[in-house]
């Protein structure tokens, strides 16, 4: 309305001065913000107030092709109204498909589950799709907890259902098999079976996945188990200070054959009040506008020195994210996956 104010303002300037030229804007502009309801509304109230400025203002000088580019202009922008009402719920039609993905390879994690206090944070670089390759999880399992956190190599729907095969292994064979050494077979075998399905469908392309595989012994509360196929090594913060474990001491998940067996299972000695923390490339790989990475174990230094005691899962992931941003100026280039994970409560029960 404060538009349709300005045109008749203009419009008293004086008759050289096409007020329907200026009307035009209006439903054109409506087009752009409005529901097709209230462009159409607009478009029959810039056709309707040429009729009176030509009645009450002969000076205004409004001819016939004036009056009937006005009421083309008004029908065009309905047009464009319907077609942008129609391209919006399509993309909300396709945000819902990407939650509800989202939700099958990234589940929720409920507090205390699998008896250790977990955190985890997820950001798609595509603001649309809200969902990448990247993947985490923690397993409640009669032999303690277990965490997997990774990255399927490329992008698209075909990185997203290569992550649901690794994690759909993970979370099978995380939880029957006691040695984490059978784990990691069954979540190459998995990955493995998968590219061959993909190959029958016609892609040719073999899918990979970089990742870590946690066990927490619910016989030793001063041990992980750790798998590394070929990730970043997780960093541990607490009272001890900031450590990180082995890293991409392994092929990939989906590799094996080329190296001759999955990586092997390593023990690492970590305390109770202890948080290790696994992130994806999206973090590490991070640049500011100088194109430098950002600095996460500087940061987690700097993190520890001010939280003497131990940083909780949460409160640790937090930090890191606003820290990411701040470095990034709010600018993902790739996806971003963070867990983090300390002892907690008791594991509950194998049932």
């Known amino acids: 309305m404060s538009c349709l104010t300005v045109i008749f303002a203009l419009g008293e300037l004086g008759p050289a001065i096409h007020v329907a030229n200026w009307l035009l804007m209006v439903p054109l502009l409506a087009s752009g913000v ?20 030509d009645v009450t203002h002969p000076s205004a000088d409004i001819r016939t092709e004036d009056f009937l580019l006005q009421v083309t202009a008004s029908l065009l922008a309905l047009v464009i109204a319907v077609l942008r009402a129609r391209a919006h719920a399509y993309v909300r039609h396709l945000q819902s498909s990407a939650e509800a993905t989202r939700e099958v390879v990234l589940r929720p994690l409920p507090p205390g589950w699998g008896g250790v206090e977990s955190a985890a944070r997820y950001r798609a670089a ?23 956190l ?20 993970f979370r099978e064979a995380g939880y029957h098999e006691q040695d984490l050494d059978l784990v990691a077979r069954r979540m190459e075998h998995g990955l493995w079976r998968h590219n061959l399905l993909r190959q029958a469908c016609g892609d040719e392309t073999e899918r990979f996945a970089t990742a870590v595989v946690l066990a927490f012994p619910a016989e030793d509360a001063h041990t992980v188990e ?15 200070g900031v450590w990180q474990m082995p890293q991409q001491d392994g092929a990939p998940v989906g590799m094996a054959g080329l190296v001759g067996g999955t990586p092997a299972v390593r023990r690492v000695s970590v305390e109770p009040e202890e948080t290790v923390l696994l992130v994806t490339d999206g973090v590490t790989e991070a640049r500011n506008r100088a194109g430098e990475f950002f600095p996460l174990r500087h940061r987690l230094e700097r993190l520890a020195a001010a939280h003497p005691d131990g940083i909780a899962p949460a409160e640790l992931l937090n930090l890191v994210l606003d820290a990411v941003r701040n470095h990034t ?14 002892r907690g409560a008791r594991p509950p029960g194998p049932g």
């Open 34 to 53: 409005c529901s097709p309801g209230v462009t159409l509304f607009f478009g029959v109230l810039a056709v309707a107030l040429n009729r009176w400025v």
């Open 150 to 169: 990774g990255d399927v190599q490329g992008k698209g729907l075909s990185a997203v259902s290569t992550a649901g095969a690794v994690t759909g292994a």
């Open 329 to 342: 100026d709010g600018h993902l280039t790739d996806d971003v996956a963070l867990l983090a994970v300390r």
């Open 126 to 148: 595509d603001v649309e799709a809200r969902v990448g390759g990247d993947f985490y999880d923690v397993l409640a399992t009669p032999f303690g907890a277990r965490v997997v």
């Open 226 to 240: 750790l798998v590394n196929f070929g990730h970043e090594g997780p960093f541990v913060t607490g009272p001890r």
